[in-house]
């Protein structure tokens, strides 16, 4: 009894670890059901960034040029002829007229030796009179006829000189301007040829700068700008001339531009920037806030296209001011990133949300 007793006891359990065996190495069950996948991650959020419409605007494209203005033109008036300075009709600063007589010289015995040449003149015309009538008649030589008209040609050219050396005792100004400097007092003697007063032209004025080799071949005879003087003066100008050959010495070449001056309120050798408008060109107007970089440095600004992907256009100012930056390099319509452009890359899709013009306020 006590060996079946354990012999059946062997059995069931030979025959509980079997059937235990097909879940711990057969596998799995079949009746169960399958594994579930790994849940999904949830997406990430979209970054959002502010945007502005900007439309391209025509805008001058301009060369600034650092210049000085000039007078038009500058005299130094010099005695032509000897004598005293009998009347100064002018000082210093003085504006003057064209043809204004600012110093007189004493004419001394020159209204007399004037009266004696004219009548010199009358009696040299008496007599070359009555010489044509003898030749005429055969009653003189030619020869002696063309003594009485050599003589006559005398007389007149001592009256022209006479007449010409009274009017120069008074030196008269040639074109109407200011008088720069005067270099004679009343009872000074002068010679032939000295020095007497310096006279300059300030209206048209005269604002000269320097173009490099490449700024040369943009500006143009008749092309208009502006100056802004350091005295806080704006004046229209227009180019007047351009050099041909370039100075030796700094490769530049000279440009000279006028600008209407009627009441000489600009003057001579002040500092001046001059704004000269080269070309019209498309152009978006920003805030400087919205440039930024790409990974190789280059500048330029971030949009969103149409499918909401961030785009960066390499871009080139034009021109910077109180109202704002001008560049180019952008397509006529662009939705600007104003808010958010540094936590952004390009091909990046972003929810963009409308927010300032991108102008500068």
């Known amino acids: 009894m006590r060996s079946s007793y354990w012999m059946a006891l ?75 300075v009998a009347a100064i009709n002018a000082t210093r600063g003085d504006p003057v007229t064209e043809g204004q007589a600012i110093v007189e010289l004493a004419e001394d015995d020159r209204p007399a030796r004037l009266t004696e040449a004219r009548a010199l003149l009358t009696q040299r015309e008496i007599e070359f009179r009555a010489s044509r009538t003898l030749s005429e008649r055969g009653f003189r030589a030619d020869n002696q006829h063309a003594v009485a008209r050599a ?4 007389a007149r050219a001592m009256v022209t000189r006479m007449e010409l050396e ?29 020095a007497i007063a310096t006279l300059v032209d300030l209206d048209p004025v005269i604002v000269v700068a320097h173009l ?39 490769r530049t070449f000279r440009v000279e531009l006028e600008a209407a001056n009627p009441d000489r309120a600009v003057i001579g050798g002040i500092t001046a920037e001059i704004l000269l408008e080269v070309e019209r060109v498309a152009a978006h107007r920003i805030t400087p806030a919205l440039l930024s970089l790409d990974e190789r440095g280059v500048v330029g600004v971030k949009t969103v296209d149409a499918q909401d992907r961030v785009v960066f256009h390499p871009v080139r100012i034009l021109d910077d001011g109180p109202d704002g930056m001008w560049i180019e390099g952008l397509p006529d319509r662009v939705r600007l990133i104003t808010v958010g452009q540094e936590f952004v890359r390009a091909g990046q899709t972003v929810r963009p949300a409308t927010g300032e013009p991108a102008t500068a306020s």
Do not use: C
Request: glycine share 8%.
């Open 166 to 194: 009274l009017r120069r005792t008074r030196v008269r100004a040639p074109f109407a301007g200011v008088l720069e400097e005067r270099r004679v007092e009343l009872g000074d003697y002068l010679k032939e040829g000295e």
């Open 151 to 154: 003589q006559l040609d005398a």
């Open 10 to 84: 062997a059995v069931t359990a030979g025959a509980t670890a079997w059937v235990a065996s097909g879940h711990i190495v057969g596998g799995e069950n079949p009746a169960d059901p399958p594994p579930r996948p790994p849940e999904t991650a949830a997406a990430a959020p979209l970054a959002t960034v502010r945007v502005a419409p900007s439309d391209a605007e025509q805008h001058a494209r301009r060369v600034v040029l650092r210049g000085r203005t000039e007078p038009n033109r500058q005299v130094v008036l010099k005695a032509e002829t000897m004598g005293r």
């Open 212 to 250: 490099t080799e490449t700024e040369r071949g943009r500006v143009r005879l008749g092309q208009t700008g502006e100056a802004k003087l350091a005295t806080g003066q704006r004046i229209a100008t227009r180019v007047r001339y351009l050099a041909a050959n370039a100075d030796p010495a700094t």
